[in-house]
Every structure is written in C-alpha cells, then in structure tokens.
C-alpha cells in the first residue's frame, strides 16, 4: 500500500526532526493523494510564468528549515493574482529567516477541512478529521478514529461531526465528495501506519475539498526524530 | 518450627487428593486453574494477627467456600488446630492456585517456591512494586512468571471473586455486600472501585460470574481477561474499569474487542486532567489522551458507561440483548408524564422516538377497550392511560412491536394502576418473545411489585428502576451502528 520512495524521503529529514512542506507534499503524492500543481523556484521569472499559465490566482510560501509554522512566521501569501503583487512578496518572503526557496502553487477554492494523524501512547497510530479554518481550534468540532481506517470509518466521522452538514452539503451547497474523501483518508491512514515508527504526529491543513477533488494544500509532518533534533522556530 | 509438618495431621485423616479438573499437562499458560481451583494455598497467614489480609482470606475461604484451602508461614505449627505449612511445598496435596499475601520482598522467592511445587497460578495481593516505584522489582517476579508460564493476578490487587467457589477479597465476609452468581464478568485495575460496584451490581439484582481485581496487571491484563470472558461460558457481558492502558496496549485491547463475541462495557478513570494525575500515580499506569480513547472505543463498538449508572444498565440489557440497534423505540406507557420524561431522555441520549406507522396506530385503536378508546393517545410515545388494563396494554405491545420504524419496545408500567394485574409481567414478555424484539421494563423498584418485576427478569426482560434507567439501558443496545 505504500510506494517503495516513501521511506527515502523519511529518512533524507531525519535529522531535521520534521518534513517540509515540498517533500511532505511529495510523500502524500507517491500514496496517491491529491496535492496542487506547484513550481519550487528562487526565480520571479519562473514564478511569473507560472502565474500567467495558472487560471486561477496562486499561494506563495517561503521554505525554509526554521520556520515550522509558516503562518506565524507570515511565510504564506494567499491570493496573489498580479504580477507585481507576486514580485513584492516573493522579495519578502527571501527575506525570511532560513528562506530555500519559494513555493508558488495553484490556489484552490473550496471546503476547507482538516486531517490529521497522531502517535498516541495507548493506541498507536490514530486520525483525526475536522472542518477547517480557524474555528477548528475553537469548536474542537473533530471525529478521532484508530488507523487504518476502513470506509466505513470515514462515513461516521463526518456522521459524528456536529457540523456535518457542511460536509453533507446543505442549503443547496454540493459537499464534499464522500468517495473521493474516503480514498484521501483510508490512503493517507495506511502511509500512517506504514511508517508509525518514523512519524510522531501530521498535519493535512488545509485540505481543500471540492465536488471532484480534496487536494492537499499544506502539509507538516513531524518525525519521532523531532524532540531530539535541533531546535526550530 | 522443626518438627516435620506431618506430625501435625492426625493419623486418622485418610489422604484424598482433590481432582482438579484445571490440571492438563503441558507448560501452556492456562487460567483455569487461576480462577476455578479445586485447592488454594494462602501464603503468609499471620499466627498472631487474625486481622492480617492473608488471616482473612484463608478464614473465609476455609469456612465458606468449596475451594480445599491450605495456610503457609514459615513457622509452621497449627493454626486454629489445623496444621500450618511452612512452605507451600510441605502441602502434600497438588495445589492448584496461590495466594501470595507475603512482603514485597519476599515474593520472587515464594513465586519461586510455587513454580517448584507445580502450583498453576497465584493471586499477588502484596503491594510495594511498581506502583510504590519499585518497579525492577516487579519486573523480577514476571521474569521468574514468565519463564515458567505461571499466570498470576496483581501485585497490588483484591484478586478474583468467583460466587460460590471463591473469594480471595481480603475484605471481611460480613463487611462486604457480594452480588450472586450471574454473567456478567468484571474486570478492574482499582480493587475499592470492584468492591463498589460489586455493591451497585447487588442493589441492581445484578450477577457475576467473576471478578477479577488486575491491581497492577503485571501478567494478567485486560486483554487475557477477554480471551477467558469470551470462551467462558457462563458470561455474557464483559465489564471493565480501566485507568489506562500501556503503550499500545488500548490497539490490542480492541483489536481483541473485534474479534470476540460477547458484548463488551467500560467504565474510564481519569477523564479530566486532574483525574489523569491522580491516575498516574495510583496504579502507575500512563492515563492517555481521554477523546482519543472514547472514540476509539465507539468505533469498535465497546459501550463505554459515562458512570456507574450507566455501567450497571448498560451491563443488564446487554446481558439479554447482545444484538446493536440503531436507536429507534417505541415508548409504552399508563401517563402521559411517563412518556414525556422518556422522550426527553431519549434525546438526551440521542435515541430516535419515531413516527409510528398509520397502520399500527389503527391496529392498536379499533382493539382498545371502549373505555379508552377516545381518551388514549396512539402517537409514540403511547399513552394507554390509567384506565387501561392488561388487555390493552398486551395488544398495544405487540402491535408497537410490529412496528417497521420501531426496533427496541420501552414498557412503561405503573402497577398502581388499577386494571393493571400482578401477571403484566410474564404477559409482556410472552409478547418479547412472540415478536423477537427487545423489550425493555420500567416498573418501581419496591418489594410489593416484586411480582412483576421477576415476571419481566425471570424470561429474560431487563427492568430498569427508573425511566431514565430504561432509557440508559436502550443506550446500550445502539453503541454499535451496523454499516
């Protein structure tokens, strides 16, 4: 169930505790899961084509070994649909302490939900699912099950929700497409299991579903490595 | 002390080795005779003390239950005229299981000791191991265990209580309310939180068919206690009360939950955070993530008890229904006031009250006595009123039970009222039983409507003592959504 690749790009960050954005995003690829059309680049010109061939408007993110939390470190610029909107930001983000390189990805619009997967003391590998955005913290709205999950695990966790009715749909608003949800979460709940020893905790935030595609669009991965590795900000 | 310990068995005493139906050759770890010895050493009887927790298991076991009980102390000698074994090897008898009630350093050796004599098993009450922080020590007894495939219960324990066979609770006999012989079988890290619920589970008429006090599960843990329960064939429900799991240990835990086949219920300590300090160093077991464990459990259908109210209904309704619901009841009742307190709690407790289908409220209407035709109410929940007599109240039930929308049948029962007869009982679970779907009884819990109430328990309709009581008991029935 998992790509034989995976484990490569595990042990490459091993001793940086953690995954970053490129290379988590990468792993959920080679499991078959949905991430944005992207391009990594420390050029504006790259960026800027990159842009104009995109339909939509496009997210840039600094990458950088000590920023674990971009948006705290205000490394993610949503939104940017001009050229010079992108030039100015993405001089900014080099500034960033640490900052690689620049990631412009193609910005999706949707849902936005939350997946996540923990190493739990007594239970091992668990995942857990949420509506997204900010209010995610503040209503805890949030179903946990025990990986791997089968189908009918997604079902009653978006059946558990006390918002389930944004996932159903309401109000004439599509939802989330149950089959393409569930292929996300049984998929992503194997590569947990597969590497329980090299993974302490992930997070899938935001993922942005629509009524064909739940599409990735951040992803942290921290490793059972990460408390003795170096310090990050 | 010195003299042989055969000098103090009188001559005349023929020597009769006990059959010990528990004993199969072969060194496979065995519980068997854990928890159904024909003979039990106690060890560490005290010659002076009589209050000593080994004085009080050997005295109880000795006088009042079938187990053949033999007390071990080095001196040796007699104890109340009958002889007292210096080791358990002096024991001429096989012995089947062991009470080890010694110092906690001592216990490696005497585990030793019962290895060396054949002894199958042994409840460790002593405390001083690891949840005194003497962990290596205990480790040292699992060691020695282990390589010997010798189960034990403990350390730190109240160890086991099997009705009408035996009971090593170092608690005295006249102190403790013990509930019958049932099936109900109950495990728990906390040896004072058994002994409570052995008292709830008497008030409740509730029985077991063994309870099992794992104190710092050291061999014998939650996940043996299930493989036993689930070949038993005298339970019918498992009971836990659990602190926490080892690492890893709650994945086993449930994957084992998966595979049995007997309904399973758990009562969790250490919920809030302070209840997780005051758990970690109880039983030095790790308390983990609390939402994490609850909803691990709900999905692999263990019915977790929010209290011990909840434990003790959820205990007897599955006990005589094991099959899951949805969640959809059909409400019966003699008042109108009855009825409504049941609706509340079913949403409470997120229990369906559904529409009733047109055909069975005019089933239901046209075979009503004439008296109460105009003034019952046929909408669920159904208000036959005080009026009604058994006639009514037989009908009404079997056609709630016919009932497509309706899965789980709530009796309602006032036996104050005045048509309703001593027999409403045993008629209604005639209708159980003709219509296949649970039924579960609400009547007042007073010895004057003692009648009805074992006309319900004797053919196997649990009765709830309160409304809400029957409302929890239906709770339990749905922990599991069929997919």
């Given amino acids: ?233 | 002390m010195g003299y042989p310990v055969s000098l103090f068995i009188p001559p005349d005493t023929p020597f009769i080795p006990v059959n010990s139906a528990c004993r199969k050759k072969g060194r496979k770890v065995d519980l068997k005779c854990l928890f159904r010895p024909a003979t039990m050493a106690v060890i560490g009887v005290s010659t002076s003390q009589d209050n000593h927790p080994a004085n009080v298991i050997y005295n109880k076991n000795n006088l009042r239950y079938p187990v053949k009980t033999f007390p071990v102390n080095p001196k040796g000698g007699l104890l109340n005229r009958e002889p007292l074994y210096p080791s358990v090897g002096h024991i001429q008898e096989d012995v089947d299981m062991a009470v080890i009630a010694v110092r906690a350093a001592f216990v490696p050796t005497v585990v030793e000791q019962c290895i060396q004599k054949g002894v199958r098993g042994a409840v460790i009450v002593s405390g001083g191991f690891a949840e005194a922080g003497n962990s290596s020590l205990q480790q040292r007894v699992v060691d020695i265990a282990r390589e010997a495939a010798f189960p034990f219960v403990g350390p730190n324990c109240l160890g086991i209580y099997a009705p009408d066979h035996v009971d090593t609770f170092f608690l005295p006999g006249e102190r403790i309310i013990r509930p019958d012989k049932g099936n109900i079988g109950f495990v728990s890290q906390s040896g004072g939180v058994l002994v409570d619920q052995m008292v709830n589970f008497a008030g409740q008429g509730i029985g077991l068919s063994l309870a099992v006090s794992i104190g710092n599960k050291a061999y014998v843990r939650e996940t043996d206690m299930l493989d036993w329960f689930d070949r038993d064939l005298g339970t019918k429900v498992i009971a836990f009360y659990v602190e926490g799991f080892e690492r890893r240990e709650g994945r086993l835990f449930v994957e084992k939950v998966e595979q049995c086949s007997k309904p399973v219920v758990i009562l969790k300590a250490g919920k809030s955070k302070k209840g997780s300090e005051a758990v970690s160093s109880h039983t030095a077991s790790l308390a983990g993530d609390y939402r994490v464990f609850s909803e691990i459990m709900k999905q692999h259908c263990v019915a977790e008890a929010e209290n011990e109210y909840e434990l003790a209904a959820f205990c007897e309704a599955l006990s005589c229904y094991p099959q899951g619901i949805n969640g959809k009841i059909g409400i019966l009742s003699l008042s109108g006031g009855h009825g409504v307190i049941a609706v509340d709690a079913c949403e409470l407790n997120d229990i369906a009250v559904p529409r009733l289908e047109q055909e069975t409220m005019d089933s239901i209407k046209k075979r009503l006595s004439p008296e109460i035709r105009k003034i019952a109410s046929l909408v669920n929940p159904l208000d036959l009123t005080g009026s009604s007599v058994d006639s009514d109240i037989v009908m009404a039930a079997t056609y709630l039970s016919r009932d497509k929308n309706v899965e789980c049948v709530l009796a309602l029962l006032l036996p104050y009222s005045p048509g309703v007869s001593a027999d409403i009982g045993a008629k209604l679970s005639q209708v159980a039983r003709n219509e296949g779907k649970p039924m579960i009884a609400y009547v007042p819990k007073e010895d004057k409507y003692k009648i009805i109430i074992e006309g319900f328990e004797l053919n196997n309709i649990p009765v709830a003592s309160s409304v809400d009581g029957a409302v929890l008991m239906a709770k339990a029935l749905k922990r599991c959504r069929p997919w």
Avoid at chain 1, 42 to 59: I, N, R, T
Avoid at chain 1, 171 to 177: K, L, T
Wanted: with cysteine; net charge negative; aromatic share 6%.
């Fill in chain 1, 1 to 233: 169930m998992v790509n034989e690749n995976s484990g490569k790009i595990l042990e490459k960050n091993k001793s940086l505790g953690w995954v970053q954005e490129p290379d988590a995003k990468a792993l959920m690829k080679l499991q078959g899961l949905d991430i944005p059309d992207f391009i990594l680049t420390d050029s504006f010109e790259a960026a800027d084509q990159f842009l104009k061939a995109s339909k939509s408007p496009v997210v840039a993110k600094a990458v950088s070994k000590k920023i674990l939390h971009k948006t705290e470190a205000q490394a993610v610029v949503t939104g940017i649909s001009s050229s010079e909107h992108l030039k100015t930001e993405m001089a900014r983000l080099q500034t960033l302490d640490g900052c690689e390189h620049i990631l412009v990805e193609q910005m999706v619009q949707g849902l936005e939900i939350i997946i996540g997967a923990k190493n739990d003391y007594q239970f091992g590998p668990v995942i857990v699912f949420g509506i997204g955005g900010t209010s995610v913290e503040i209503y805890n709205d949030t179903a946990i099950r025990m990986a791997p999950l089968k189908p009918g695990d997604v079902y009653s966790m978006v059946e558990s929700l006390t918002a389930k009715e944004i996932i159903s749909g309401y109000r004439g608003s599509a939802g989330v497409n149950m089959q393409i949800l569930t292929h996300l979460m049984v998929n992503f709940s194997y590569l947990i299991m597969a590497f329980e020893k090299e993974i302490e905790s992930v997070d899938l935030n935001p993922v942005i579903c629509t009524r064909n595609r739940c599409v990735i669009a951040d992803a942290r991965i921290i490793l059972s490595s990460f408390r003795t590795a170096g310090e990050v900000g």
